[in-house]
């Protein structure tokens, strides 16, 4: 019989659109009128930045560009935009962009506002108040991260990935635009499609999995798993963009009031070391993770075959789990997740390391089934071998 603790600060503005509306939107959720966008190179060369910066403008707006962010979002890069921030005296910041942007942006509100480095508030419930204030446009459907209190960055000395766990980092405001993903070329429209249906996975089969995160996890997969083949055949089609853009939101809903879990902990031990980008992290290892994870939560998972179609109600636990461990792997291979072996810095004699780090996450001890570093170590290598 859990506790259940629910908060969702963000407001949500979602549909066919809404981008075009972003001023109007702001008009009464920001005090002030300076407003510090975070985005990526390549999110400003597509001309994403140049519209929403001519929408901020019609509203009376002044903006600022910080175009740095990089893949697995830096700690070194975060300290420069913070400084940049506050130089600027920016009144909100505005993130347009992928997980990693969002990620960005959430460290980037905090050195803003009280300095230091994005490590100085690792861990959960270490940033103190009066953090800027943060509005999310989200370019991908996967990482949810518009609608999450936490923020995964790359300490590039130690090579490893931690996480900045706190309410005051959770946007006030996401504004989710289908739209903006149909020009999202289908390599990444798979890896980021996969880390989506991960979190809604994760969040429904992890330990602190609770009712009202369940429902949002079954939820977003009923949205995500029947359109992600075809928002990678078809960039265009609206309909599949649309359910996987709401879908990803919800499954951000639904882990960050649960945890992920095993499938995370690896993904994120290879992005800190060999800077794989964190939804190809994630959709490598998601089939054996479900695999390991099956026999320990044999009805959670018969579940899941279920209600993305894949079983029948008349089919026993068992099978229905076995069905699910295949598509997982077979989804995998028809949206081309290239293979963990494929990855050319992977090297044998590093698993040892990356076991070490993925049991070191501290989304270990939610995995649904026990596991420990030698348990890491096999999975590692069973990713690696199964070609």
Same mark, same amino acid.
């Given at each position: 019989?859990?506790?259940?603790?629910?908060?969702?600060?963000?407001?949500?503005?979602?549909?066919?659109?809404?981008?075009?509306?972003?001023?109007?939107?702001?008009?009464?959720?920001?005090?002030?009128? /300076?407003?510090?966008?975070?985005?990526?190179? !390549?999110?400003?060369? $597509?001309?994403?930045? &140049? #519209?929403?910066?001519? *929408?901020?403008?019609?509203?009376?707006?002044?903006?600022?560009?910080?175009?740095?962010?990089?893949?697995?979002?830096?700690?070194?890069?975060?300290?420069?935009?913070?400084?940049?921030?506050?130089?600027? /005296?920016?009144?909100?910041?505005?993130?347009? !962009?992928?997980?990693? $942007?969002?990620?960005? &942006? #959430?460290?980037?509100? *905090?050195?803003?506002?009280?300095?230091?480095?994005?490590?100085?508030?690792?861990?959960?419930?270490?940033?103190?108040?009066?953090?800027?204030?943060?509005?999310?446009?989200?370019?991908?459907?996967?990482?949810?991260?518009e609608v999450t209190r936490s923020s995964v960055i790359t300490d590039t000395n130690r090579k490893i990935k931690f996480t900045i766990k706190a309410v005051q980092i959770a946007p006030i405001l996401a504004i989710v635009d289908p739209e903006l993903t149909y020009k999202l070329p289908p390599h990444l429209t798979a890896s980021t499609g996969m880390d989506a249906l991960v979190h809604a996975i994760e969040a429904y089969t992890c330990k602190l999995?609770?009712?009202?995160?369940?429902?949002?996890?079954?939820?977003?997969?009923?949205?995500?798993?029947?359109?992600?083949?075809?928002?990678?055949?078809?960039?265009?089609?609206?309909?599949?963009?649309?359910?996987?853009?709401?879908?990803?939101?919800?499954?951000?809903?639904?882990?960050?009031?649960?945890?992920?879990?095993?499938?995370?902990?690896?993904?994120?031990?290879?992005?800190?070391?060999?800077?794989?980008?964190?939804?190809?992290?994630?959709?490598?290892?998601l089939p054996y993770i479900v695999e390991y994870n099956a026999e320990a939560e044999i009805e959670k998972h018969a579940t899941i075959a279920r209600t993305i179609g894949i079983a029948k109600d008349s089919d026993p636990d068992q099978a229905a789990a076995n069905l699910l461990v295949k598509e997982m792997k077979k989804l995998a291979e028809d949206i081309s997740i290239p293979p963990f072996m494929s990855l050319s810095e992977v090297k044998e004699e590093d698993f040892d390391y990356l076991a070490e780090s993925a049991y070191n996450n501290g989304s270990t001890p939610s995995n649904a089934r026990e596991i420990n570093k030698e348990n890491y170590l096999q999975l590692f290598q069973k990713a690696y071998l199964d070609n």
């Open positions: 019989m859990k506790t259940v603790n629910f908060n969702l600060p963000t407001k949500i503005q979602a549909g066919n659109g809404v981008f075009s509306e972003t001023g109007a939107y702001l008009q009464g959720t920001v005090k002030g009128k /300076r407003i510090f966008i975070v985005t990526d190179p !390549g999110i400003e060369q $597509v001309g994403f930045v &140049a #519209k929403l910066e001519q *929408i901020l403008k019609i509203e009376g707006f002044e903006t600022k560009v910080f175009n740095q962010v990089k893949p697995n979002p830096k700690d070194a890069d975060c300290i420069v935009g913070g400084k940049a921030a506050l130089d600027f /005296r920016a009144d909100a910041i505005l993130a347009i !962009g992928g997980g990693s $942007v969002i990620d960005s &942006a #959430k460290a980037i509100a *905090i050195i803003s506002s009280h300095g230091g480095s994005p490590q100085d508030y690792a861990g959960r419930d270490n940033v103190p108040d009066g953090v800027a204030p943060l509005i999310v446009i989200p370019t991908t459907a996967g990482t949810g991260a999995s609770n009712p009202i995160a369940d429902g949002l996890a079954l939820q977003a997969m009923k949205h995500i798993y029947p359109y992600l083949r075809r928002a990678v055949k078809n960039g265009e089609d609206q309909e599949a963009r649309y359910n996987m853009m709401i879908g990803s939101t919800v499954a951000g809903m639904a882990f960050s009031h649960a945890d992920v879990a095993s499938v995370h902990c690896m993904a994120e031990a290879i992005g800190g070391l060999y800077d794989t980008p964190h939804g190809v992290a994630n959709s490598m290892f």
